[in-house]
């Protein structure tokens, strides 16, 4: 957990902000694309509670984008379901909101659940491809 992930989890809006704008900047210097993405979503989350809904697309745009490039399926439906639950906030966008927790859900179930290959009784595992 990051400092600005806490400042965030105690509610500190304009300190989550700093946090996070400071080490977007390292990540951009130093090339990191998947932790820059992941710092972009949280400062969607910051505009959100800044009710600043179109930052916060932007926002989530750009993240996306970047989970994109990185090949990070969940990143990317992660920022799809937020963007989905910005479209479903007013003015809605019923439409735009069903296609984006739609598109999100077809990525999300694309990974593999590791865990619970080892949670599955002998018995049901050789069902499993059938």
């Known amino acids: 957990m990051s400092m600005g992930d ?5 509610k500190d809006i304009d300190v989550t902000q700093v946090y ?3 080490a977007l900047d ?12 992941n710092c ?7 505009a959100c509670r800044r009710n600043d809904q179109e930052k916060a697309k ?13 090949k990070d399926l969940l990143g990317v439906g992660n920022c799809l379901t937020r ?3 910005l479209a479903f906030e007013p ?3 019923d439409d735009t909101a069903r296609a984006s927790w739609k598109e999100s859900l077809a990525l999300v179930s694309r990974i593999p659940d590791l865990h619970s290959v080892g949670r599955a009784p002998p018995a049901d595992a050789g069902l499993a491809g059938r």
């Open 6 to 10: 806490i400042a965030l989890w105690n």
């Open 20 to 22: 996070f704008a400071a």
């Open 26 to 37: 390292v990540y951009v210097i130093i090339g990191d694309e998947q932790c820059e993405a």
């Open 40 to 46: 972009l979503l949280s400062m969607g989350e910051v």
């Open 58 to 70: 932007d926002t989530y745009k750009r993240a996306q984008a970047l989970y994109v490039k990185t």
């Open 83 to 85: 963007l989905g639950d």
């Open 91 to 93: 003015p809605r966008d």
